[in-house]
């Protein structure tokens, strides 16, 4: 079994439902539910048939321990997997931005180093900034702003008729 695994690797579609079911100690039809369920989503062969990968049986023992030792339910179960996946890809993508930024710290001690490797004077970093102001006031008449229109300094709105 290891040795299909290490071929193929963990996401090959290699086995039959009936291969995948006694490997997850499951009955077939169990599986047809849950790919029906959309729990476990196997490939499909050319005849449409269900191809389950080692990735997916290790998925379909951990719905059943869920299922038999937590009393967790199937849509509980799916939810479950769902964030185990999306936690999986927001690691990865941690994973991919630390390389990036420990590349870019890389790039600029890089930049700061002297050209002749010695004790020079040490370049600085420029960093620009473009700033946009907008201004989300209404617009007043220019009878407000010279002091002289409605509620104008020095009188009150009796005394403006």
Known sequence: MNDVNDSFGADAPVYVISVAAELAGMHPQTLRQYDRLGIVSPGRASGRGRRYSM????????VQRLSQEEGINLAGIKRILELEHEVEQLR?????LANEL??????????????DGGTGVRGEL??????????????RNDDEDRGRGP????????EQD
């Open 126 to 139: 420029v960093r620009r900034t473009r700033v946009t102001i907008f201004n989300t006031a209404e617009p």
């Open 151 to 158: 509620g104008g300094p020095g009188r009150t709105e009796d």
């Open 55 to 62: 990735r997916d049986v290790q998925t379909l023992r951990q």
């Open 102 to 115: 420990e590349a870019a710290r890389r790039a600029v001690a890089r930049r700061g180093r002297p050209a």
């Open 92 to 96: 990865e993508q941690v994973f991919h």
